[in-house]
């Protein structure tokens, strides 16, 4: 086994096929996944990694991934049947996404492969029928991973399910929250790097299961993260840092920080002054944004920042809210995105909504609808009410009929599906764009604007993956519901980060001055709802080159003004030899 760990207040029952449990060392016994004596040498194995759920949990994939990989282990997200054994990282959000873990379980004894579930399923619901003679490691015990993988393999079943300690800080001392500093990690796309702010949160949503796994809040020291935040970016190859918590608004309440200073006085430092990455700031809920709406507006301004927030708002009703204990009125929502607006008019805003909550009526529902379409949201995910096990939200009297929550869900779904949020984007110039990934397609890549919407390209060179990590400048020439199409002008930097031209990113303009705004009337602070409506504007740019400059999108070419006025020149020179020739016939 991997080397102990020291100061761990964690728990591990390891069982064999006759459920002998034994504390330290296992009893073993012959099991009917029992690994040869050869293939138990690391290095010889391959572990299947698959990870569900929320950027916070890509994260745990990634860095469980990383630890097996750094032991020895061959790492891979494809071809589970080949591997030998199974990582499972769950979500317990929904009830179908805990369903699927027991799908995951069936196909592991099928196929006679050892499996581990990690994440908040296990955490939060140990006893699940999903997870039945299956291994189990918990959300606060990421570093045991390879020694439970080992065990699984050797034919035990192990359960590592430490709880959270609340009550001391100082990452390492805490026995609470996995350590982030220089640990190893497979990223699931290799230019987005996923910074953890904290696990748990301030809430206690009556719908929620997520808490009875990450626990209430733990933020990790302002120090560590700009650590890693540093050394990310050092990689060169690394296009986005996303800031991600179950509430990242919530960053730092229990050690006398916050979200705003971390990010504009520690983290945005550190990127590249010409523009080569971005920090998109991750979900954040309503109430722990309004007294500081001014400082997010300002992080939210600077040049290395994505215009974009995830805001949920789950209802247009008051009444459903209260029930949620969401701890906000649609007043407050409002205020928060209008204000936010003002300050940031291309800021885009996505959002969520749950249909069907206990109590909801037709009249809290059309609310909803209401709402959404006053800011028709560019992103709006929409989920029925799935009753969690264990929440005050499941044992709530007038349940909403299934029949009338698809109605209502087929309704919104609609809705939002009518929103043309990019048209006005077409004809747009020059427009910048991180490149991060391969389109589902197949054919494109996909790069995201400065307000995170989605731009689409092709690369004509037909090198597959030439311009992935790069920063462009494209042409936007066509839209669609969930993305626009561009046309590539130019590259600005290669794929490491290096500047070709001048800096990328506009300056950060001055900030207009907010709407009035009335504690009383929250509509009354606005850059109008309906006018602005979370649209997002195209990225302002200096103005066009000229069209002999204008770059085909199957050419890369660094251009600069020499170039012009050579081109310039020989064009009067032609202009002039071509007069005289016709004077002279």
Not at 545 to 568: C, F
Request: aromatic share 6%; net charge negative; charged share 20%.
């Amino acid at each position: 086994m991997s080397p102990a760990h020291e100061d761990d207040d964690s728990t591990c029952a390891i069982s064999d096929d006759n459920n002998n449990t034994t504390n330290g060392v296992p009893a073993l016994s012959p099991h009917h996944h029992q690994a040869s004596a050869t293939s138990l040498v690391p290095g010889t194995q391959t572990v299947f990694v698959r990870t569900f759920g929320c950027a916070h949990n890509v994260s745990d994939g990634e860095i469980m991934a990383g630890l097996l990989k750094e032991y020895g282990y061959n790492v891979t997200d494809a071809k589970p049947e080949s591997a030998d054994a199974w990582l499972i990282n769950t979500c317990t959000v929904k009830g179908p996404s805990q369903a699927s873990a027991g799908t995951w379980n069936t196909k592991a004894k099928n196929l006679n492969k050892p499996v581990v579930f990690a994440g908040c399923i296990p955490q939060g619901d140990p006893n699940a029928g999903e997870l039945k003679g299956a291994s189990l490691l918990g959300v606060a015990q990421l570093t045991r991973v390879v020694e439970v993988v080992e065990e699984t393999m050797k034919g035990n079943t192990v359960r590592w399910l430490g709880r959270r300690v609340k009550d001391n800080k100082g990452e390492g001392k805490r026995g609470d929250l996995p350590p982030l500093k220089d640990m190893p990690r497979v990223r699931r796309n290799e230019r987005v790097e996923i910074l953890p702010l904290s696990t748990g949160c301030l809430g206690n949503c009556t719908y929620c299961k997520t808490k009875h796994a990450r626990g209430a809040l733990g933020s990790y020291p302002v120090e560590t993260l700009t650590a890693r935040t540093k050394a990310a970016l050092e990689e060169g190859g690394v296009r986005e840092v996303w800031l991600s918590s179950e509430d990242t608004g919530a960053y730092g309440r229990d050690i006398d920080a916050t979200l705003a200073k971390l990010a504009s006085e520690h983290l945005l430092p550190h990127f590249p002054k010409h523009g080569a990455s971005m920090m998109r700031i991750g979900m954040t809920n309503p109430p722990f944004m309004l007294d500081s709406l001014r400082e997010i507006a300002d992080v939210l301004r600077h040049p290395a920042c994505f215009k974009f927030l995830h805001i949920p708002v789950q209802a247009g009703s008051n009444d459903v809210l209260l029930r949620m204990n969401r701890e906000y009125t649609v007043e407050e929502f409002e205020r928060v995105v209008d204000t936010l607006q003002s300050y940031v008019p291309e800021l885009e805003v996505s959002t969520d909504i749950i249909v069907g909550f206990p109590g909801e009526t037709e009249e809290d529902f059309e609310a909803t609808m209401r709402l959404v379409e006053k800011y028709r949201f560019a992103k709006c995910h929409i989920s029925q009410f799935y009753p969690r096990p264990g929440t005050p939200a499941a044992s709530m009297k007038n349940a909403v009929p299934g029949n009338v929550k698809k109605a209502r869900t087929r309704r919104l779904t609609a809705l939002v599906e009518s929103f043309d949020p990019y048209t006005h984007l077409v004809g747009s110039k020059d427009v910048c764009i991180w490149i991060t990934e391969k389109a589902a397609d197949g054919s494109h890549l996909v790069g995201h604007t400065e307000n995170y919407t989605q731009v689409l390209v092709t690369d004509d060179n037909g090198s597959g993956g030439s311009l992935l990590g790069c920063v462009a400048r494209v042409d936007i020439v066509k839209s669609s519901r969930w993305s626009v199409h561009g046309v590539l002008r130019k590259v600005t930097h290669d794929a490491m980060g290096v500047p070709l031209l001048d800096n990328c990113q506009p300056s950060a303009a001055p900030a207009p001055a907010p709407a009035a705004h009335s504690d009383d009337d929250a509509s009354a602070n606005v850059l109008s709802s309906t006018a602005t409506n979370n649209v997002s504007t195209p990225v302002p740019t200096p103005a066009p080159a000229a069209e002999g400059n204008v770059v085909a999108s199957s050419t890369i070419q660094k251009i600069d003004h020499a170039d012009v006025v050579l081109v310039l020149a020989a064009l009067v020179l032609g202009i002039a030899a071509a007069v005289a020739w016709y004077y002279d016939l």
